[in-house]
């Protein structure tokens, strides 16, 4: 076996973006149009990251299933292309550490042979957008159910639609794009139970003049017209279950709104509660993050520019706080100019020129976002379950014992892994860590910013040994297991 094949020769840059969405895309382009060496790394097999994934290599050609909006993503994938930006696709970064000169060496692994490499790097921008909120209600692990923001990726990347009896359920406007796209496709919809209660509209009300001055009020308007002359709307539900049949399949919805209880025969269950910021990666790198009121979850805690309290660490995107695709594009190219100053490509004078046109379309990006985020605010009861509702789906925790640890005195979600192991998983408690913090809260009459949040450490994704030993050798890494000699 040659050299080649068993380890990655270590790359060098000035700056690493992690992350191919619009937010990673826009700041690789500008930071290489700036004369920065940059690479860009990634998890998957071409750019786009989640709301343009697969944007070069879907087959779903017809460009009015996934709308406009989407095929912007073209738009930024081209130039990222001509920019002499370099893309590490099919990669995954597992650890982010300082060196003794004060830039970072990031360890990653690519699918393609399962071998880790080494990046050495001044800067990184953390592109890694968001995920969706967990919606943990009983019986959402069964075969059958999943989330809307997978059924959509199962539509962009391989063009594929749910057969049978559809419902989804939730709230927020991904569940509605989704339906839309559906539509388009020829997907027969059953029904849509919403769960915003009808009067949240009042807690938006105040927002709704920068919403009337948004882009989003014609699209938002057409996009629902469009779905409520279609599907049947189930408003103010307040309770959602998911039954299997003998085989542990989905086979029924059951639902309570209006006071009332009933049920629905289904094949497919889609479950979406909003999106939150993506922060394992920011968290193990040692980024402070604050408790997002408005939205319910943690976000990094930057300034204007991105910036972290962690030197020469930047956050674009949604990883940095939801603002939506075309926010995160603008914010992607102010990160990228504050990361050419940093590095002193240019100073501070034109990083200032450089970014004043980014930052007047990120307020036109934004406004209007307070309204989404009053009135699609996810219901207490569908954040904090009870009963043998599963909650860490790693470990297989129950609602019940979550809240029977805290009842015990669990402190914090940190201890929770001592008492039932949630966090600790693969996913390192992506699905479980907002759910969990908000149950401790809930029993102890605590908020959930003094309950904290899971302490991440690298690696962040599973790594196997085999990965860990296909790293390039350094005299560090030799010395560390060499035996003293007597």
């Not at 927002?207 to 001055?213: E, I, K, S, T, V």
């Not at 086979?251 to 025969?265: D, F, N, P």
Request: proline share 6%.
């Amino acid at each position: 076996m040659n050299h080649a094949a068993t380890t990655h020769d270590t790359l060098a840059c000035d700056l690493l973006v992690i992350g191919a969405g619009p937010a990673g895309l826009a700041a690789a382009t500008r930071a290489a149009g700036l004369g920065l060496d940059t690479v860009l790394i990634d998890e998957q097999p071409a750019p786009g990251g989640q709301i343009y994934r697969a944007v070069t290599t879907t087959p779903v050609q017809d460009r009015d299933i996934l709308g406009a909006d989407y095929w912007h993503g073209l738009g930024l994938v081209e130039p990222f292309r001509r920019s002499g930006a370099r893309h590490v696709a099919g990669a995954m970064v597992w650890a982010v550490n300082r060196t003794e000169d004060g830039g970072f060496e990031v360890a990653y692994t690519t699918s393609a042979d399962g071998l880790a490499g080494l990046l050495h790097c001044r800067h990184v921008i953390l592109a890694t957008g968001a995920q969706e909120r967990p919606f943990p209600v009983p019986g959402w692990t069964l075969p059958g159910v999943i989330t809307a923001g997978a059924a959509q990726i199962l539509l962009k990347t391989s063009g594929v639609v749910p057969e049978g009896t559809t419902v989804l359920a939730g709230g927020g406007p991904l569940l509605y794009l989704l339906a839309w796209q559906y539509l388009n496709a020829g997907v027969k919809i059953h029904s849509i139970l919403e769960t915003t209660p009808p009067g949240q509209w009042r807690q938006a009300l105040p927002h709704a003049w920068g919403f009337l001055r948004s882009p989003y009020l014609g699209k938002g308007l057409k996009l629902l017209r469009a779905v409520r002359a279609a599907v049947p709307i189930v408003s103010g539900v307040t309770a959602l279950e998911a039954v299997g049949g003998e085989r542990g399949h989905l086979t029924e919805v059951r639902y309570e709104a209006g006071g009332e209880r009933r049920s629905i025969a289904v094949d497919q269950l889609l479950l979406h509660q909003g999106v939150v910021p993506n922060t394992n990666l920011s968290r193990a790198i040692g980024a402070e993050h604050v408790w997002s009121q408005r939205q319910d979850c943690w976000e990094p805690q930057v300034d204007g520019w991105g910036a972290t309290s962690v030197a020469q660490v930047t956050i674009a995107g949604d990883g940095a706080g939801i603002a939506g695709a075309m926010a995160a594009e603008h914010r992607g190219r102010v990160a990228a100019v504050h990361a050419a100053k940093a590095l002193g490509r240019i100073d501070a004078a034109a990083r200032d020129r450089e970014a004043a046109p980014h930052r007047a379309a990120l307020a036109l990006a934004t406004r209007g976002r307070e309204f989404f985020e009053a009135l699609y605010r996810a219901p207490a009861q569908f954040r904090r379950p009870v009963g043998d509702t599963i909650v860490c789906r790693c470990e297989e925790a129950t609602a019940e014992q979550v809240r029977q640890a805290a009842r015990m005195g669990c402190q914090g979600p940190n201890q929770m892994k001592a008492f039932l192991r949630c966090g600790m998983g693969p996913c390192q408690g992506r699905f479980c860590g907002l759910t969990v913090g908000e149950l401790i809260a809930d029993e102890q009459g605590r908020h959930p910013r003094d309950v904290g949040y899971y302490r991440l450490r690298f690696p962040i994704k599973p790594v196997t040994l085999g990965e860990i030993a296909s790293l390039p050798q350094t005299d560090h890494s030799r010395s560390a297991v060499v035996r003293f000699k007597k």
